[in-house]
């Protein structure tokens, strides 16, 4: 009964941003209350409702939701889910970027000269330009599975995106973007993949909170790591 509900609110709600009222909506689809308030329940659990308690049930989509409050839960600290994204970031985004050079045509790369001309002066303007930078590149990669999993840490990124870019700077940061977006124009996926592991090693390395304890090609030394805080 709870999942025929939440298909049918799904389905026929998805495009309005507020459902009716409860008494209504429960009688409308000829369902009990109890039920239909598990449904809302799941639903918001789920990142596809939001209850605002005394105000209704607004629709929304948050594929993040679920993830960031397991996220929350099994690594409760802070900083040691911002360093565990870190190292998730080395690993994906330069391929993301491979893909994106090797897969995107003319109008797509446009695209990604346009969010990359959005990142702005301030820190308020350039945390969502950069995520919406990236999140572009992972839509030309072309690859539906990825962008939906990306889509669900969301929420992680924004955390992660205010540190680096204060500490990397802005004007940095775009720099390295021109770079990856030259590389992704040129049709060149090795350098446009040698671009983002740039930028994402640089923006680890420049941020105290994620020192570097890990990278794609292994371990670092005990002695490289000395070296490399000298």
């Given at each position: 009964m709870v999942d025929a509900i939440c298909e049918r609110l799904a389905r026929q709600y998805r495009s309005v941003p507020w459902l009716p009222p409860e008494r209504a909506l429960s009688a409308r689809l000829g369902?009990?209350?109890?039920?239909l308030r598990e449904a809302v329940q799941r639903m918001e659990i789920q990142g596809l409702l939001e209850v605002k308690?005394?105000?209704g049930?607004?629709?929304?989509?948050?594929?993040q939701a679920p993830v960031g409050a397991t996220l929350a839960r099994e690594l409760p600290?802070?900083?040691e889910r911002l360093r565990?994204?870190?190292e998730v970031r080395l690993l994906v985004e330069p391929a993301i970027a491979r893909a994106a050079a090797e897969r995107a045509g003319p109008a797509e790369r446009?695209?990604?000269?346009?969010a990359h001309g959005r990142l702005?002066?301030?820190l308020d303007e350039a945390v969502p330009a950069d995520l919406e930078f990236h999140r572009t590149l992972a839509e030309l990669a072309g690859n539906r599975v990825l962008?939906?999993?990306?889509?669900?840490i969301a929420g992680l990124e924004a955390e992660t995106r205010r540190i680096t870019l204060e500490h990397v700077g802005l004007a940095e940061a775009a720099a390295q973007h021109a770079r990856i977006v030259e590389a992704v124009e040129r049709g060149d996926g090795d350098a446009a993949h040698a671009a983002m592991l740039a930028h994402v090693r640089a923006a680890r390395e420049a941020t105290p909170v994620l020192a570097p304890s890990f990278s794609p090609s292994g371990p670092r030394s005990a002695k490289t790591s000395a070296a490399r805080s000298l």
């Amino acid at each position: 009964m709870v999942d025929a509900i939440c298909e049918r609110l799904a389905r026929q709600y998805r495009s309005v941003p507020w459902l009716p009222p409860e008494r209504a909506l429960s009688a409308r689809l000829g369902v009990s209350r109890s039920a239909l308030r598990e449904a809302v329940q799941r639903m918001e659990i789920q990142g596809l409702l939001e209850v605002k308690h005394g105000v209704g049930v607004r629709v929304v989509n948050k594929p993040q939701a679920p993830v960031g409050a397991t996220l929350a839960r099994e690594l409760p600290d802070l900083t040691e889910r911002l360093r565990q994204f870190a190292e998730v970031r080395l690993l994906v985004e330069p391929a993301i970027a491979r893909a994106a050079a090797e897969r995107a045509g003319p109008a797509e790369r446009t695209a990604l000269r346009v969010a990359h001309g959005r990142l702005g002066t301030t820190l308020d303007e350039a945390v969502p330009a950069d995520l919406e930078f990236h999140r572009t590149l992972a839509e030309l990669a072309g690859n539906r599975v990825l962008s939906l999993m990306l889509s669900s840490i969301a929420g992680l990124e924004a955390e992660t995106r205010r540190i680096t870019l204060e500490h990397v700077g802005l004007a940095e940061a775009a720099a390295q973007h021109a770079r990856i977006v030259e590389a992704v124009e040129r049709g060149d996926g090795d350098a446009a993949h040698a671009a983002m592991l740039a930028h994402v090693r640089a923006a680890r390395e420049a941020t105290p909170v994620l020192a570097p304890s890990f990278s794609p090609s292994g371990p670092r030394s005990a002695k490289t790591s000395a070296a490399r805080s000298l």
